[in-house]
């Protein structure tokens, strides 16, 4: 097993270290294709990428004169800003291309798309996709790195790895860990690829919420299942609530708004009987008062601006390794 | 009173000055908190900061490796693009947030939007938003520096200061000058923040349009009232034209088009009765032949490209000086 | 005539020579104004900025400090990106103004909007438009160069320029060649702008289509007309298949598209036919096995992703050239 203490040792002799065989991918398609030496690898990456955010001047000329093309054939705000200022931080060129107004709406192929961009002398790729899969297809098609920015209800590794390293910074460690998982399992990639990490690096995971939304064939991946948050709540060391999706209510399979926020919402008087040091953990965008109430939410427990703020540089990380596995 | 003629020194001595405590402030959320002495120092570091937008190369490294996020809640191009510019001729990155298709539409509050953004590094905000005060709250939640780029119908500092700019620059002075302000009063704050700002330079302002849309409430504000253009046309150095908005036609706040044009437009024999050296302003984008016929948005008389291209000077001045005064 | 070889010579020499009078348009708006000799001089620069992209820094200077607009009346991703690279690739800040969401929708008129963004100290626009002479009016008025980047039904030169580039690559000259285009000529502004470049670079051009969308009048542009493309296979060393517009089908103008596709598709069969280096191209993007098959897009004749890679390399020498024609 991997170490999953912090590591100490930063900037370019760890950078180094993907050159000499530690990271030999040109793609980060998923957590499912990686070892845990892989794992750690991009953590400790992203660990000497962190220190470049705090500087003054926030750029290292990494990836100077190569184009990072984000590829959104999904709208995500968030997401593209993040691996945008990423690739801006290592210097890189980034061009935008999102499915609205486009060829795509002229009826081309998610491939002929990728090629047509990838001609123009793009170097990596960030895809997000509404069909599970696509990023893999064009990975295995493409001479461009592609890296999944979330793909249909299948993987969001880079969202899975700044979890993963936002509980390694907050609790020195992953092995060992309980992390609960928390809402509509069954269609998120976001809970998929952080139940393949977390088992990855030796975590236990126990999936929450109705029956409706958590299948028991998850329980293959390694997990847990419990149907009652309350039942949990002592046991676990970090509290990963997933954003409910509106629209789903009006399928039958969540309750009302009111009926899931009283049974799998996270709020004070549930807060108090949880482990004095959980952390909870949201991927955001927060509907405050549904997944989790403000004062968790913006209490001393919660890691979720500290989330996004990792997020960038895991994303660093990523787009850093991708293009040294590429030469 | 502060100095109002043109400042005549350049360059470094005049942003020195910045850190010599005539700036102290990490954001510029209204006109209305700020002595004349603050505005005076704008124009001044503007000034400055104009020489740069002549040069071969149109650049300085003055935020290089500083991140500026436009968050645009309501859309605006223009004001987008003259940001995003002197973001840029700053060096400074710059990265796009339009409420469109965005967590916003997700439910999200604007302050856990903000608070987002900012925790993947971002220095400072230029905030347009169609709620009156946003700007005021956010910056008093975030650490980043905040730009009011336009709040609801409140304040739009930047278009006044490169108004007020223009003025000093084509007239040479600003006190003692007398201003009309043409149109919507009661909605526009383009007005609010224009009246604010010629007020505390010691000029005096007249503002002009039909009752509906010149609420009494406003000579609080120090200035005078008069619902006939023709009356003021002889009496002013400065007419500003505001742009009508044509989904108000609809309420019955304005007469007809036809009707506003014939009494609140610019045309060249209403020019021929104003002062002979009168400046014609205009925020853009004009609507020809309603605010303002072409001969007259065309003549000499008229600054309203010189407005736009000093709006990248103060946008310029303006982000130096809140990454100054966060420091 | 000039000479149509490839060049063989590269880099600052070659790019120096535009100082010295083969280039001095500040404005590339259509073929229809240009000489054979400055079409070749748009060639060679193009073939030393074609380094640059194979370099593993894919930038140089030339532009710095520069700023290029990009002004899309209309939408088109791939124009879009392909202009947006090139600019970043000389090292210019880009702009992207897209009609949607803008002060058009104010009613702005185009020369105003242009006026005003070039105010804001743009030195180069790239224009796409819905009407037709839109960039000739635009460079007329404006101090900024302007590069068409598609105007209505008229011009589409760069386009033209990167399929003539990548004939000349692939073929090794241009005059003496037989071309075909092959589709929608009536209403193809990449149909018009290649008549014209071959034409005066001294190859003959042959145009494919039902009648109900050749005009008989396109024989005043020195071009032959066919209604068969069976007819012309054996004869053509280059056939540019024009994209279909699907909105056409609708009119009466396109038989159904089974039909199109048996008449005017290119497939196996009918390269079979060919002469054994014929060159397919396609603007993109390609509607798959109806203008082309896959195994003819995807096989050894068809150029069709290098005329993307190519597009790169001529918007680039066309950027440089107008900045320079404009000094």
């Not at 847990?224 to 509290?239: A, F, M, N, P």
């Not at 399928?251 to 004070?268: A, K």
């Amino acid at each position: 097993m991997a170490k999953t203490a912090p590591s100490s040792s930063r900037g370019p002799d760890r950078r180094a270290a993907a050159a000499e065989g530690l990271w030999t991918r040109k793609d980060l398609v998923g957590l499912d294709e990686l070892s845990a030496r892989e794992i750690v690898h991009i953590l400790d990456t992203a660990e000497s990428f962190k220190e470049v955010s705090t500087r003054s001047i926030k750029k290292v000329p990494a990836l100077r004169g190569k184009v990072v093309a984000l590829l959104f054939f999904e709208d995500s705000t968030r997401t593209r800003m993040s691996f945008e200022l990423a690739a801006s931080r290592l210097s890189a060129d980034v061009l935008l291309f999102s499915a609205k107004g486009s060829s795509v709406a002229k009826g081309e192929t998610t491939l002929d798309t990728a090629r047509n961009i990838e001609a123009m002398g793009v170097d990596i790729f960030d895809i997000r996709h509404d069909q599970s899969g696509a990023p893999h297809m064009l990975a295995s098609k493409l001479k461009a790195s592609v890296v999944n920015a979330g793909d249909g209800q299948h993987e969001h590794p880079t969202q899975a790895l700044l979890d993963i390293f936002t509980i390694r910074q907050r609790l020195g460690r992953v092995e060992g860990l309980k992390v609960a998982i928390v809402g509509d399992i069954a269609h998120s990639r976001v809970a998929r690829s952080n139940i393949l990490g977390l088992r990855k690096l030796g975590a236990e995971v126990i999936v929450v919420g109705p029956p409706t939304l958590v299948p028991s064939a998850i329980r293959a991946m390694g997990c847990e299942i419990s149907h009652s948050l309350d039942d949990v709540l002592g046991q676990v060391d970090v509290i990963n609530m997933l954003r409910i999706q509106f629209e789903r209510f009006s399928s039958n399979l969540f309750p009302s708004v009111r009926e899931y926020s009283r049974l799998y919402g996270m709020d004070s008087a549930r807060l108090a009987r949880c482990k004095k040091d959980v952390l909870i953990m949201h991927p955001g965008p927060i509907n405050r008062g549904v997944e989790v109430t403000s004062d968790v939410a913006d209490g001393p427990n919660s890691c979720i601006l500290q989330q996004v703020t990792n997020g960038l540089a895991i994303r660093m990380a990523v787009l850093y390794l991708v293009s040294q596995g590429r030469e």
